[in-house]
């Protein structure tokens, strides 16, 4: 099948492109490069353009009319920068994309998942959530996917569409043949900073909030491979119309799944299982939450093993492992431009 993937020069979208590619697929990546890698792109079909320029997608549908399905992973995703930068959040994350699955709409490939996030929930006793636990958004960039799904869910109502939502979790790791892997230089999130630390690159790594109300005091996240994660979405392409008609509720063409692990870990047990891997203790300074921070959640991954067929394979570990080695091959890949402060 030929599938389209926005943002496929992103973490995620270039680990799907490599999943699809593996199992028989062919992607075309639509993606604007405002974060993402050209490196990332390979020899794959490449659109340079960004998702709301609307010629330049007709030309890729005109010139790839046999694309069967769209995975939208294109975004900003950064949630401090959000808070800051709410503008621009909600024109990329929100505007952009409503005026993309419009024009999808239009020109009739109604096939579409979606990267969600389980940044949307609320907090719950217990802390595990199912797909109808409440949902909370507590910062631009959860509430930008947050208002995605609706507007997806509408969009399935009033027009062609059909929706697949995959409320993702913590993805971490990289592709385990290392064709990609996290690309931002210095990175701002969990695993990101810990491999930073470990190689050398930062002194010290900040524990921010530790006075959550979890069995110690630190946030707690559903850390998946980010493998599993790519695996999940060609289920969900190679299953879409199994999917959407066994779990579309209310006659709507939509559905929504967790994409976890189905285990809480909170980010001390992790930084522990991160030391176990890399053999040596990581310097940690506990502080304050930083903006938009919220205690987490993990999955309930039921409904994602009974429509898609799909649980997690790879273990924490085997995450943490990638995402060293990773970290240790990286700058041979990415071609970074060095930027110099004055
Ligand atoms: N990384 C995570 O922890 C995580 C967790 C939950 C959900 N998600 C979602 O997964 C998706 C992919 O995340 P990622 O970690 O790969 O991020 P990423 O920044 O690596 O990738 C995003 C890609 O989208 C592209 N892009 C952004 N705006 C665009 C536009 N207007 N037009 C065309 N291309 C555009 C960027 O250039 C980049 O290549 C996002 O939708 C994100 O919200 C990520």
Request: include cysteine.
């Amino acid at each position: 099948m030929k599938i389209l993937i926005t943002g496929g020069a992103g973490y995620i979208g270039s680990t799907i492109a490599s999943a699809l590619e593996d199992a028989g697929h062919t992607p075309v990546i639509l993606d604007s490069l405002i974060t993402g890698r050209k490196e990332f792109i390979r020899d794959r079909i490449f659109y340079h353009a960004d998702i709301a320029d609307r010629a330049m997608v007709r030309k890729l549908f005109s010139e790839h009319p046999d694309i069967e399905a769209t995975i939208h992973c294109a975004a900003l995703i950064v949630v401090p920068d959000s808070v800051s930068r709410p503008y621009d959040y909600y024109t990329e994350n929100v505007v952009k994309s409503m005026t993309f699955f419009k024009l999808l709409s239009e020109i009739n490939y109604p096939k579409l998942v979606f990267s969600s996030s389980a940044a949307i929930y609320d907090a719950v006793p217990g802390f595990m959530v199912t797909e109808e636990s409440p949902l909370r958004p507590l910062s631009p960039y959860s509430r930008s996917k947050f208002m995605m799904e609706m507007i997806l869910r509408d969009f399935c109502v009033a027009y062609n569409l059909q929706g697949i939502a995959l409320r993702y979790f913590n993805p971490i790791g990289a592709d385990p043949q290392m064709r990609t892997g996290l690309h931002i230089r210095y990175p701002s999130h969990l695993i990101g900073k810990l491999v930073q630390v470990a190689l050398g690159h930062e002194p010290v790594f900040y524990l921010t909030g530790v006075d959550w109300p979890t069995r110690d005091g630190s946030a707690i996240r559903d850390y998946l491979h980010v493998w599993d994660l790519a695996q999940a979405h060609v289920a969900a392409i190679e299953k879409f119309d199994q999917v959407i008609a066994n779990g579309r509720e209310d006659d709507i063409n939509y559905t929504v799944i967790n994409l976890g692990t189905g285990t809480g870990v909170t980010v001390k047990e992790f930084i522990e299982d991160f030391e176990k891997v890399y053999g040596a203790k990581i310097l940690v300074v506990e502080q304050p939450p930083r903006p938009g921070d919220v205690v987490g959640a993990y999955a309930n991954a039921d409904k994602a093993y009974r429509l898609l067929g799909w649980k997690t394979k790879l273990s924490i570990a085997d995450g943490i492992s990638d995402a060293l080695k990773w970290g240790r091959v990286r700058d041979t890949i990415i071609h970074y431009l060095s930027v110099k402060m004055c």
